[in-house]
């Protein structure tokens, strides 16, 4: 299974401005906006990685091969196509009468209603929604990601041994996290 993303997000999970704050930059200054965008993309990233789903809407594709139930990223908003692809690579956009959404649990699937054992992609968007409808527990755990980032710009600190005490915080994202 291999899922990619079509249309990015538009807008970020935490303003640059929240991001200053937590920070304890200055807001009236624009110097460090660009690094600080970056570390928020990054820490963004992190914790979609860490929590196996999107954070704002964004379009996927997932594609499968020989599958006749296909598993989407949480959290579902909608799917615009489903199609099954043959050995011979021809393509079959498959009406809405044939296959169902499984939203029932965690991980939202497309089921087909008749067997096939072809490729099947569907295209789809997930995420929250925008920055606002990011749980708050994310938010912050995206915070103190981007202020360790921030304070430790290398690999390893010269005279110590490199060792960035995650456990307490990632408990943040614990209620959220979904595994496959």
Not at 70 to 80: D, G
Request: glycine content about 4%; proline content about 4%.
């Amino acid at each position: 299974m291999k899922t990619i993303v079509i249309t990015p997000a538009s807008g970020q999970a935490v303003t640059t401005a929240l991001a200053k704050q937590h920070l304890r930059l200055p807001t009236d200054s624009s110097d460090d906006d660009e690094f600080v965008d970056h570390l928020i993309a990054v820490a963004t990233e992190r914790a979609e990685h860490q929590l196996g789903r999107s954070l704002l809407t964004k379009t996927y594709r997932t594609i499968a091969d020989d599958v006749s139930c296909l598993k989407l990223l949480p959290t579902l908003q909608a799917v615009s196509s489903v199609v099954l692809v043959d050995e011979d690579g021809e393509e079959t956009t498959l009406d809405e009468s044939d296959y169902y959404i499984r939203n029932s649990g965690l991980i939202p699937s497309i089921v087909l209603k008749v067997a096939a054992q072809k490729t099947m992609m569907a295209t789809y968007d997930a995420g929250y929604g925008g920055a606002a409808a990011v749980p708050k527990s994310i938010v912050q755990w995206i915070l103190v990601d981007l202020a360790t980032l921030y304070e430790n710009r290398e690999a390893v600190a010269a005279g110590s041994v490199a060792s960035i005490p995650y456990p307490f915080v990632d408990g943040l994202l614990d209620p959220h996290r979904v595994s496959y």
